[in-house]
């Protein structure tokens, strides 16, 4: 199984899917995310649209399981170059079975991903 997803997804290209329900569970830390976070955010730094963004792990209704996400909160919305720059850089530092759902979070969704 991979660091960052308990399931194997059939691909590792991107794709755009809205689930129907989204739990933050809390915050995936250690050290190699501690690189990621870092190589992101170089990445937001030139980015004046995103406001905030947190690697938390995630659960879509799968009571066995999580998935890890970038939790990203920007004011334009759902952005697709930034989301493939960032899965460059993800699988430039992880192996071929590791996976990371990228999220372009609401303000609301935002408030319930800090109380956790």
Known sequence: MGLFSRHPKPS???ETITPP?????GEQMGSYEDQLKAAFRQVFAREPAIRSAYLARLSYGDP??????L???????????????LGKIF??????????????????????LKKV
């Open 71 to 85: 939790c990203i909160r920007s004011t334009s919305g759902l952005d697709h170059s930034l989301q493939k720059r």
């Open 12 to 14: 590792r290209f991107a």
């Open 64 to 69: 066995t399981g999580y998935s890890v996400g």
């Open 91 to 112: 699988t430039g530092l992880f192996s071929g079975d590791q996976y990371l759902d990228i999220l372009f979070i609401r303000e609301d969704q935002e408030e319930q």
């Open 21 to 25: 329900r989204i739990e933050f569970v």
